[in-house]
């Protein structure tokens, strides 16, 4: 796996905490200001950065994340300008945060996938998550990211069977991202009861960190998790907070996770 | 783990490109759907309906007019149009609704873009005593109100869909992430042959009872098979139907019509087995108007049911092989077949159907006296009255005002 994202990991458990994983649109509201969203979100404590970079068709997402993808794609937010621009900033301003683009999978067919993966190991990124590739339909995806050393991480849903569940796990790369809810981004006021167990089933057998996503946006919630996860992911919320009230929303938020997030 | 799948694959295309929550859903039905395939009880009972309930077999109309005007091949319509609820959208909902009853299912969600598969999902649900909702672009629940009620008097809710185009690819979004959060108790019927594996071999294989009864009908009316098929191409289930059992019969000229909007050149159109590429929407991988980013294009034609910018991937496999033509018809050209069917043969056609018919005149011609060619009449015209009556009606033919 990427030498950056264990870094990152490690570092969040040798502090004794669980690991925030920070998810906003890059391109939104446009392509500079995004980048000051994503610097925010590192100096709130967010230890990976997750860019999303828009699909027009986002059928995992809700309406939060949508709406934020309608926006940067008016802003001119494609994969490549996203690769080029905001990127390499981010980068520079936040040189120790491992990096990862979560798109949709046609977003990196269009542009070719060992293309793609070449173009996102030049500009330092670590992973990538395709919420619409499942582990059948990965293989090619994987052997061009694997060759350029990009970690493809899987994900892993409440509906997913137990076998089925250890197998991703155990064939990840990156982190294992635990989808919380069976539904789409967006948060949520409870989380199932039964998810401390889907994540205890996917840590025994992951070889890398184990995260839990979606619905996630305040720290009660990551407190509760922590025990049983190396990390959680936010994104809906912080993707509501830079919207509304700009980066240092968003840089308040995260702390607020962090302090969640504390072991 | 594995590499790609061998089932549910056509070629390049197909697969199963979701959310992971709702794989085990997928292979849930693609259990319970061989299971059902294995079942004849099931088989019998899809085909009690469709005889007693649904009108089948339609009927295959000689147009003896058309034929005429046209001065080309011995033109047939298979009369889909004359199914319950005016389209042959019921073929497949009926076997859906039966297969998630029989799943335990206890609810069911459908996306429409014409209103068509919307009414035929509400129709079988009423029929079968199953909650249905519909999401439905908001600007196809503008221009299709007469389905809008339809849907509503059977029990349905319709949901607009605002994201978007506000047409049927946003509705089919809408559809799956609704899915997703449900989908344990809730069964999706996809209208088209599309979507994630095993959908599009389900939906082919329910309206493939089209083309096996223009073989039985054109054997026992010609005593041979038809030397050509015409089908029009939205998602592209009423021309898989009607194509699918001509497949290995060389001698069978294959045709898709899609629509070419405001014009190829224009960037209004849905025509994305002439000029889509290869991409994945809706879960699988096919063929796609999108730019160079991979951003989906929005699709524009005059029928609601013809502007999506994928297509089935069995139908880009038969395009990209060879095997099916593919031709495509303007709004302009299906306005003006519409007149000329409704008039020459006294059938008010679905605008999606006067695709079909604006290129069938061509191909006629092109094939001559004593060819026989099959024009699937995929639905009737009523629902896009108001569409059509807006631009104005022609005078009237033979008669002095
Ligand atoms: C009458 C009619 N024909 C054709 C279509 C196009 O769909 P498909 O290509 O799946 O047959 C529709 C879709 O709504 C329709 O209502």
């Known amino acids: 796996m990427s030498t950056e994202l264990g870094k990152a990991f490690a570092r969040a458990k040798a502090r004794g905490e669980g690991a925030l994983v920070a998810y906003a649109m890059a391109g939104d509201p446009d392509l500079a200001r995004s980048v000051d969203v994503f610097v925010a979100m590192v100096e709130g404590g967010a230890d990976v950065l997750e860019l999303g970079v828009a699909f027009s068709d986002p059928i995992a997402d809700g309406p939060v994340i949508q709406a934020a993808a309608e926006r940067a794609l008016k802003a001119g937010a494609t994969l490549r300008r996203v690769l080029d621009e905001v990127v390499p900033e981010v980068r520079r301003r936040c040189p120790e945060t491992p990096l990862v683009i979560m798109t949709y999978v046609n977003v990196v067919m269009a542009m070719g996938e060992a293309r793609y993966a070449k173009l996102a190991r030049e500009r330092g990124i670590s992973g990538t998550i395709l919420p619409d590739l499942p582990p059948e339909e990965s293989a090619a995806l994987r052997a061009a990211f694997d060759a350029e050393g990009v970690d493809l991480i899987p994900l892993c849903a409440p509906t997913t069977p137990p076998a089925r569940a250890e197998g991703i796990a155990k064939d990840a790369r990156g982190f294992v991202y635990c989808v919380s809810v069976a539904g789409v981004t967006g948060m949520r006021a409870e989380l199932p009861a039964n998810l401390s167990e889907r994540l205890d089933l996917v840590r025994r057998a992951a070889s890398v960190p184990v995260v839990a996503g979606f619905g996630i946006s305040t720290g009660e919630q990551a407190k509760a998790l922590v025990a049983h996860a190396d990390g959680v992911v936010v994104g809906s919320a912080l993707v509501k907070a830079a919207h509304a009230d700009g980066p240092a929303a968003a840089k308040q938020l995260c702390a607020d996770i962090k302090r969640g997030l504390k072991r | ?401």
């Open chain 2, 1 to 401: 783990m594995t590499t790609d799948t061998a089932a549910g694959r056509f070629g390049r295309y197909g697969g199963r490109y979701v959310p992971e929550t709702l794989v085990p859903a997928l292979m849930e039905l693609e259990g319970a759907y061989a299971e059902a395939q294995r079942d004849a009880a099931f088989g019998a009972e899809v085909a009690r309906v469709l005889r007693e309930f649904v009108g089948r077999p339609t009927m295959l109309t000689p147009a003896h007019r058309l034929t005429e005007s046209w001065g080309g091949a011995q033109v047939w319509l298979k009369r889909e149009d004359l199914a319950h609820t005016g389209a042959h959208k019921i073929n497949n909902t009926v076997g859906q609704v039966l297969l998630a009853r029989r799943m335990g299912k206890k609810r069911i969600i459908a996306e429409t873009g014409a209103g068509q598969h919307g009414v035929a999902t509400a129709t079988a649900c009423a029929l079968f005593g199953l909650p249905c909702e519909v999401f439905m672009g908001a600007l196809d629940v503008e221009r299709q109100a007469l389905n809008v009620f339809r849907m509503r008097a059977l029990g349905a809710v319709v949901r607009p869909v605002e994201s978007g185009s506000r047409t049927l690819k946003d509705a089919m979004n809408e559809a799956m992430r609704i899915w997703v959060s449900q989908v344990e108790d809730t069964y999706y019927v996809i209208g088209s042959a599309a979507g994630p594996h095993p959908y599009p071999t389900i939906v082919r294989d329910f309206q493939a009872i089209i083309g096996k009864e223009i073989r039985e009908q054109t054997q026992a009316a010609i005593g041979r098979l038809p030397d050509a098929i015409i089908a029009c191409v939205g998602g592209g289930s009423n021309a898989i139907g009607a194509l699918h059992p001509f497949i290995p019969d060389a001698s069978v000229r294959l045709v898709g019509v899609e629509a070419a909007g405001h014009g190829l050149q224009s960037g209004q159109h849905g025509a994305s087995l002439t000029l889509g590429t290869e991409g994945v929407l809706h879960g699988s991988r096919s063929l796609v108007l999108q730019d160079e980013h991979g951003q989906i294009q929005e699709a524009h034609s005059i029928s609601a049911g013809l502007d999506y910018p994928g297509v089935g991937p069995e139908l880009a496999h038969l395009a990209k092989t060879g095997r099916m033509e593919v031709r495509t018809a303007t709004d302009d050209d299906a306005l003006s077949a519409f007149y000329e069917v409704a008039r020459t043969e006294g059938i008010l056609p679905a605008l999606e159907t006067s695709h079909a018919f604006a290129a069938a005149r061509g191909l006629a011609r092109d094939m001559g006296k004593g060819k026989h060619l099959v024009i699937n009449c995929s639905g009737r015209g009523d629902k896009d009255v108001a569409t059509i009556s807006a631009r104005g009606v022609p005078p009237a033919t033979g008669v002095k005002s």
